[in-house]
C-alpha cells in the first residue's frame, strides 16, 4: 500500500483535483443488455441498427379514402367527382382489396395503402352516397358510421397526398444510436420503432455509501441526549442515483479504524465501483476515514481549495484482478458533501457509465448576483441561489442573457450546516479563487442543479 508524502498534502485546485479523480478511471464500466424498460437515462455501448423500415409500408396519414389521384382530377367544391367504395382497410389489417379505377376504399389512420392506390383523400373533403345516388349524410362526416357506395371528392388530389411512405422516417439498418448516447424517452421510441426490444448500454455504476459518527442515527430513530438524523446518507444515496449510479448503503460506522475499514473491505469485495464516505475526512481525533483508505488502498489527493468542503480525500483500491474501487472521502457537513459530491463524485459516477468528456460535466450558465457575497481567500465558491422566474416559471434573465439569482436562504442560509437552504436551491453560483468579496450585480458563472 502506497501513500502520498505529507510534501504532496497542499490545497489542490478544484480543476487540479478533478483532473485527478478522472485520470483515475480507465473507462467505463461494463456492457449488458437491457430491456427498454430499464434503459431510461442508460448509455449505449455499441451501435444500434434498426431492424426495421418505420413506416415498415405506406400507409395513410388519415382518415379517408384511397384513390388513384387521377380520378379526382378537375373535382372542384362545386363539381365533384364520383367514385364508387369498394372496400375498406382498417388499422392492423393487411388490404385485401385493389382500388379500380374510378374506386375508392375506406381507409383509417395508419392502415396500410390498398394496391394501386397513390394517394388519400381526407373524409373532410368528401360526402358518402346512399344507394340511391343521394347524399347519406353531411359533407365531411366522421368514417365511423357504415361504409357508402359511393363517395363525392370535392377536391382535385395531388399523387401521394397522405401517404406515409415506408423508410420516410426510418430505413431499416440505418445506425439510430451511437456510442455514448443517452437513452431518452425518445431514443427509446425510436428504438421500439425500429423493431428493437433490447440495447447494449453500460451497467449502472455501483456506488456504496457510507456514513461516520458516533453522533449519527438513522431518520426516524431516537437521537437521544446527543443524536443527530444521517441526512448525508440517505442524501447521498439520492445524488448517486441521480447522477446515473447504483447506489448500495454501507450503513453508519462508528468513528472506529476498525469499523470503517471493515465496511469498505466489504465494498471492495461486493465489486464496488466506487466508495462516498461523508464525515471523518478531517485532522479530528475521531477523523478516521482517510487512515481507512490508507490501510485498504492509497489516497491520491487530500484537501481542495473549495468552499464549502475542504476536507476531501481521493484514493483508489484495489482488486487482485487489477480493477479499481474509487475511494471518495467527503466531509460531514451536509451542504459540503453536497457540493463536494457534485464536483468531484458526480463526473466520476457520468465517466464510469460511459458518457463522453464534454458531457461528464454539468452545463454552465451566467448569471447576475442580486446580493453581495464574500468566501474565504483564495478558494473557489459555490454558492447556492435560487433563480428569479417570471410567471410561466421561466428564468428572469436581463439584457445580456443573465440570470437574476438570489442566494438561498438569505446570507444566513449559506453555512455548510444549512440544509433547508440547500434544498431551496436552483443552482450553484461559482465564486472565483480571485475573488474574496463580489458585489450585488456581478457577473457569476451558473450550474444549475437537477430541479423540477
Known amino acids: 500500500m502506497t501513500t502520498v508524502p505529507s510534501t504532496d498534502e497542499r490545497l489542490r485546485t478544484v480543476d487540479e483535483a478533478r483532473a485527478a479523480v478522472l485520470d483515475a478511471i480507465s473507462g467505463p464500466v461494463a456492457t449488458e443488455i437491457a430491456f427498454l424498460s430499464e434503459a431510461l437515462g442508460r448509455v449505449v455501448a455499441e451501435p444500434v441498427v434498426a431492424r426495421t423500415s418505420l413506416p415498415p409500408w405506406d400507409n395513410s396519414a388519415m382518415d379517408g379514402y384511397a384513390v388513384r389521384a387521377t380520378d379526382t382530377i378537375g373535382a372542384t367544391e362545386d363539381s365533384p367527382v364520383r367514385l364508387e367504395v369498394v372496400g375498406e382497410v382498417s388499422a392492423g389489417s393487411a388490404p385485401d382489396v385493389e382500388v379500380p379505377r374510378g374506386g ?7 392502415a396500410p395503402i390498398p394496391p394501386n392506390a397513390d394517394a388519400v383523400v381526407q373524409i373532410e373533403l368528401t360526402t358518402p352516397l346512399g344507394a340511391d345516388g343521394q347524399p347519406a349524410g353531411p359533407r365531411g362526416r366522421d368514417a365511423s358510421g357504415p ?13 401521394g397526398a397522405a401517404v406515409r411512405r415506408a423508410g420516410s422516417d426510418l430505413a431499416g439498418g440505418t445506425t439510430i444510436l451511437q456510442p455514448g448516447q443517452t437513452l431518452t424517452a425518445a431514443a427509446i421510441g425510436l428504438a421500439a420503432g425500429a423493431g428493437i426490444d433490447q440495447l447494449p448500454v453500460h451497467r449502472r455504476p455501483r456506488v456504496a455509501v457510507l456514513a461516520t459518527g458516533d453522533e449519527v442515527r438513522a431518520p426516524g430513530r431516537d437521537l437521544g441526549p446527543a443524536g ?7 442524501g447521498l444515496m439520492a445524488l448517486v442515483e ?6 448500495v448503503t454501507l450503513g453508519i460506522a462508528r468513528d472506529r479504524l476498525e469499523d470503517v475499514h471493515s465496511r469498505l473491505s466489504a465494498a471492495l469485495a461486493d465489486g464496488a465501483d466506487a466508495v462516498v464516505v461523508s464525515g471523518g475526512v478531517s485532522v479530528g481525533p475521531y477523523d478516521v476515514v482517510k487512515l481507512a483508505f490508507e490501510k485498504i488502498g492509497r489516497i491520491d489527493l487530500w ?6 468542503g475542504k476536507p476531501f480525500a481521493f484514493g ?17 457537513n451536509p451542504v459540503s458533501s453536497f457540493v463536494t459530491f457534485e464536483l468531484f463524485v458526480r463526473p466520476a459516477i457520468r465517466a464510469l457509465a460511459g458518457h ?12 447576475v448576483l442580486g446580493e453581495a457575497v464574500s468566501k474565504g481567500h483564495g478558494r473557489r465558491a459555490f454558492i447556492r441561489v435560487v433563480a428569479e422566474r417570471d410567471e410561466a416559471g421561466s428564468p428572469i434573465r436581463d439584457d445580456r442573457g443573465r440570470v437574476n439569482v438570489r442566494l438561498a436562504g438569505g446570507a444566513s442560509g449559506q453555512g455548510s450546516h444549512v440544509l433547508s437552504a440547500l434544498a431551496l436551491a436552483d443552482a450553484l453560483a461559482v465564486v472565483p479563487e480571485a475573488d474574496d468579496e463580489l458585489p450585488a450585480g456581478a457577473d457569476v458563472e451558473l450550474w444549475w442543479l437537477d430541479r423540477d
Open 104 to 110: 375508392a376504399v375506406r381507409i383509417a389512420t395508419g
Open 147 to 159: 361504409m357508402p357506395p359511393a363517395v363525392l371528392v370535392h377536391a382535385s388530389i395531388e399523387r
Open 228 to 234: 443527530i438524523p444521517d441526512a448525508n446518507g440517505p
Open 242 to 247: 441521480a447522477a446515473g449510479g447504483h447506489a
Open 303 to 308: 484537501r481542495v481549495a473549495v468552499q464549502p
Open 316 to 332: 483508489t483500491a484495489e482488486r487482485e484482478d487489477g480493477s479499481r474501487m474509487l475511494l471518495f472521502g467527503l466531509p460531514g
Open 356 to 367: 463522453p468528456a464534454d458531457r461528464v460535466l454539468r452545463p454552465t450558465d451566467r448569471a
